[in-house]
């Protein structure tokens, strides 16, 4: 039995398929989502998501935060993965990440800015996942 995943933003439908797990950051710490898991609804921190495929292949992708929300019903369940911005890991640009990086940092150096450590967390993010 799989976790039937849809990935989405405002914009588009990131990912959708099936997989046996999704792991994602939530506000409160990581969550791991099996076919079968209790009715859910998690708010998402700045971070990973992974997608464990049957045969263990791996998807990731960064969100901006967001929602997560699970529902099973007979034997299916399924997990949405709601968030204002998402990128798979294939589609971040590591220097585009870096740059905004490094902006942010400055806009903290000035001021304690809530923007700034925000677009920090978000370059930070896609810059673990997607480096080198």
């Known amino acids: 039995m799989a976790v039937e995943v849809h990935v989405v933003t405002p914009e588009r439908e990131v990912w959708?398929?099936?997989a046996e797990?999704?792991?994602a950051r939530g506000t409160e710490g990581e969550v791991g989502i099996l076919a079968g898991h209790a009715p859910m609804l998690v708010?998402?921190?700045?971070?990973?998501?992974r997608i464990i495929r049957e045969?263990?292949?791996?998807?990731?992708?960064?969100?901006?935060g967001g929602f997560l929300?699970?529902?099973?019903?007979?034997?299916t369940t399924r997990a949405d993965v709601l968030a204002a911005h998402a990128e798979m890991v294939h589609e971040?640009?590591?220097?585009?990440a870096e740059f905004?990086?490094?902006?942010?940092?400055?806009?903290?150096?000035?001021?304690?800015?809530v923007g700034a450590q925000a677009e920090l967390a978000k370059a930070l993010?896609?810059?673990h996942l997607a480096g080198p």
């Open 43 to 49: 708010r998402l921190a700045i971070g990973a998501l």
């Open 69 to 75: 929300h699970v529902v099973s019903r007979g034997q």
């Open 21 to 23: 797990m999704v792991v």
């Open 125 to 127: 993010a896609r810059i």
């Open 100 to 113: 905004r990086a490094e902006q942010a940092r400055r806009r903290l150096d000035d001021i304690e800015d």
């Open 55 to 64: 045969g263990g292949e791996q998807e990731a992708a960064v969100v901006d």
């Open 92 to 96: 971040i640009d590591v220097r585009v």
């Open 16 to 18: 959708s398929g099936d």
